[in-house]
């Protein structure tokens, strides 16, 4: 029996010993897997990407430094590092059996073919450039040269239709690398990563290579169009409109200066400016009509001057009334187009050029003192003169000037303000060509109001006051979408806060003529907190509530409204709203609630929210 026993306990010994080399083995075949097969290659990768880093960085730093030979080198750089950090990804193409993690790599993997893409594109692109190169201000090996900014403007309008032509090559390399991005799902990715923004920044390349892709049956118009309104043939005339955002009008604010520019070869050859007022005052029209009701209303004014004629909320239809006085003021030019810009457009500007001197002014003008020290003259020191109107037109004309004479180093900073600033509103767009206009409105540059076949939002805000009260107000905006039945119903909560002190010149209280834009055959069944009954008309292809609120100084104002929304609002079973910004306004919250889903939002531009 002991025998038994201790042959027995031999074999468990083996057995044990057999368990635990079997696990030693496993456990080492593991390691070894995952060494040579996961951490080499993510260390591999890892060196690839900091590799590709400095690749862009080198290339990027060719383009500021207007270096063609560099841009050149960097591009081949590029392309090498991508193709390295391509081959070491490939080693990990094993995870794609693991179910979680698939789609993860795949989205590696588009990221890494569409970077291909955009390689390609570059290459050509520059390829294409190259015999232009000297006259955009590039050096190049046979030449080093420096130009200005006009003369650079001026090459470049030069070399735009010649360019046009041969850009298919490219636009098909964009657009197969947006397709490849289209598939990658950014929501499944965390919003930040150790201080690193993940998701806006994988939504960014997808959104500016989608934009480039939709872009591209376009780019042959519109590189010859910009010659065209830019004054390659012919004198150009331009009227540039400074809305004042804190008396804030149906565009984007109150029209109280404007400057008439002519453009030669994309040059600035000629400039004035004026005082909107003073172009009532000193150059009457021949015949003013009678005021529209809000304007009678609210102005107390008899008559429709030029410095009220932006009373619709879409920038064309306003432009289009106001060049029907234009056109009747004695001794004005003929006009190519209608640019309006806000006191956002004054502050990004400066932001770039630095601050600067004029005369009679102890502080220079800066991004953070401009709007103050303008409404400070304009509407105190200078109040009813004449004088008022030379400085704005002396601001702009410096602001230009040093524009044009900016370090192309600072050009990155300078386009990405100027596309923030469109974007966003900031700068509104009419040409009296026609296919300028077209392009401009088809990118939404242009302040119209929208066509949508789903749900549609546009608040609209006229300070008929008489004061700056939009300095001080806050606006937050509540929409909620429910079923009653058959019917879609909606209650829209805006609340609105004044949240400076009484100011006799700044703030004795805001006085707002407030219009709701929502889809065509929306019927209003309740509204409440304005001054006056809310009235229901359609307008601009839309239905609009309207009402006269008040707020007075550190008061706030609730507007309750409830509406029925017509049943076509829901497209292929989807819930789609558009929000549309109305110029001149900056940041104001929403939240967008339908059938107990929410978001939230921060409206600096036009948004569409999807359900």
Known sequence: MSKYWSAKTKLVSLNRKSVFLGGVFLIVTLAVFFIFFLIIPLLRIRSKAIALHESVRY????????????????????GGDLEGFESNYKKLSWLKVIPWVRSYYLDGQAFILAGADLISAGDKFLNILAPFAPTLGFKTQESIVTLGGQERIAGLIKAMPQVAGQL?????????????????????YPETMRGYKIRSTLESVKSTLDSLAQSGPDLEDILNTLPRIMGDQERKV??????????????????????????????????????????????????????????????????WYIRDSNLSPDYKESVETMLEFWNRVPGVPDLDGVIAVDTYFVEGLLKIVGPISLPGFKE???????????????????????????????????????????????????????VTLLAEKHILLYFVDGLAQELSQKYNLAGRITEFSGDYLHINDANFGGRKANWY????????????????????????????DYDSEWNTGYRDYMRILVPSGS???????????????????????????????????????????????????????HVQKQPGTQGFSYKIDFLGKEESIVLNKDTIVSF
């Open 473 to 500: 107000m806050e606006q937050t905006v509540a929409k909620k979408v429910y079923r009653q039945g058959d019917n879609l119903l909606c209650d829209l909560e805006l609340v609105y806060k004044n949240i400076g």
């Open 59 to 78: 290339t990027k730093d060719g383009l500021a430094l207007q270096d063609y030979p560099q841009l050149q080198r960097g591009v081949a750089r590029l």
């Open 364 to 418: 220079p003008f800066s991004a953070e003192n401009v709007v103050y020290q303008l409404e400070e003259y304009s509407n105190v020191l200078m109040k009813h003169s004449g004088e008022r109107k030379d400085v704005l037109g002396s601001l702009m004309s410096q602001m230009i000037a040093k524009i044009f004479a900016l370090p192309s180093n600072s050009y990155n900073d300078l386009l990405n303000t100027g």
């Open 168 to 188: 298919d090559a490219v636009k098909i390399d964009i657009v197969s690398g947006s397709q490849k991005l289209s598939r990658v799902n950014t929501n499944r």
């Open 238 to 303: 331009y009227l540039v409109l400074f809305q004042n955002d804190k008396e804030i009008r149906p565009t984007g604010g109150f029209w109280t200066a404007y400057a008439l520019l002519g453009v030669e070869q994309g040059r600035i050859v000629s400039a004035q400016s004026g005082d909107m007022y003073f172009l009532d005052i000193d150059n009457r029209v021949s015949y003013y009509p009678p005021a529209p009701a809000p304007i009678a209303n609210y102005l107390k004014l008899d008559k």
């Open 523 to 577: 019927q209003l069944i309740s509204g409440s907190g304005g001054l006056e009954p809310f009235t229901s008309f359609n307008d601009l292809g839309k239905t609009v509530f309207a009402t006269f609120l008040g707020v007075g100084p550190k008061e706030t104002t609730v507007i309750k409204v409830t509406y029925k929304l017509p049943k076509e609002i829901i497209q292929d079973g989807q819930y789609k709203l």
